[in-house]
């Protein structure tokens, strides 16, 4: 894929990170995102069987235009098994210097969870160019704007407790963009399969955008 994914975060403004005990299927999960307006997907290793399903989206990620990417990436082991099965991008929930490693390595994009402004730093010095601030409920738009005042070129991606009211404040106070969680891919809905109702919400979730 040639559209980088700095450049599918800064026209969409959305990730979709997908948290479910069971993916009835992960391709037809990805394309229902997509035809939302939502064409990054982070799978995570919280999710029985993610490889597989990494391996069923790369499959057909040119076919629905998607990039997919796993998450809560904590070793090494676990961020080469997941590049090999697919994934195009690599998050990690804190700083995980051999994850870093990993991703440097095979040169796949990469981001590093942070939320102390000397995490940010040292997730920035390890080559995390788009930095994940977790949990972002707790601090608010306001401290992203505040971050940006020593890190000014900082690409900030906010997760956690993102929803429609409040992710236009995180994308107007500097973010590049934002994950959105079960308020688009609930798991039940994934579970199950309404493709229908998860493009749906992706829509109405990044017409909240601006």
Sequence with gaps: MTTTLNQLLAADKTLAVVRAE????????????ARGGIRTMELTFTTPNVLEHIRRVADTAQEHGVMIGVGTVLSAAQ??????????????PGLRTEVAA?????????????????????AVDLGSEIVKIFPA????PGYLKDLLGPFPELKLLPSG????????????????AVCCGTSVVHPTLVAEGAWEQITQRAQKFTSSLG
């Design 137 to 140: 409920r707790h601090v608010g």
């Design 161 to 176: 407790g993102i929803n429609e009211q409040n992710a236009a404040d995180f994308l107007a106070a500097g973010a590049l």
């Design 22 to 33: 069971r993916i009835l299927d992960a391709a037809e999960l990805a394309g229902a995102l």
């Design 102 to 122: 990993v991703a440097r390595e095979r040169q796949v994009p990469f981001s590093l969870g942070a939320l102390t402004p000397t995490e940010v730093a040292q």
């Design 79 to 92: 961020a080469e098994a997941a590049l090999d099965a697919g994934a195009q991008f690599l998050v990690t």
